[in-house]
């Protein structure tokens, strides 16, 4: 019977935590969008909001080049691959 009352406290434990608290108090509370944006702005001044502009436009202008030329590679040369099949100048 104890042994039976243990194993259903130790499972009902780890199956039925706890719900979690929100204890945890932050020293800035960031509530809206608005606030944020504002706090940055009065800590860091306007220009902090475009840092790592540069960075990420780097980053996306890369895949964006290449699936233009992907695109435009397919767009232009798969008509010819397929008028070559078809006139049998090309075995696939």
Request: hydrophobic share 50%.
């Amino acid at each position: 019977m104890v042994i039976s009352e243990m194993a259903y406290n130790v499972s009902s434990v780890t199956l039925n935590p706890p719900p979690l608290t929100q204890s945890v108090e932050h020293s800035c509370s960031l509530i809206l969008l608005l606030d944020c944006l504002l706090h940055i702005a009065r800590r860091d001044g306007l220009l902090a909001w475009w840092n790592g502009l540069l960075p990420s436009l780097v980053l996306v202008s890369n895949p964006a080049i290449n699936f233009m030329i992907y695109e435009a590679l397919k767009r232009n040369i798969l008509p010819t691959l397929a008028l070559w099949v078809s006139k049998k100048i090309l075995h696939v």
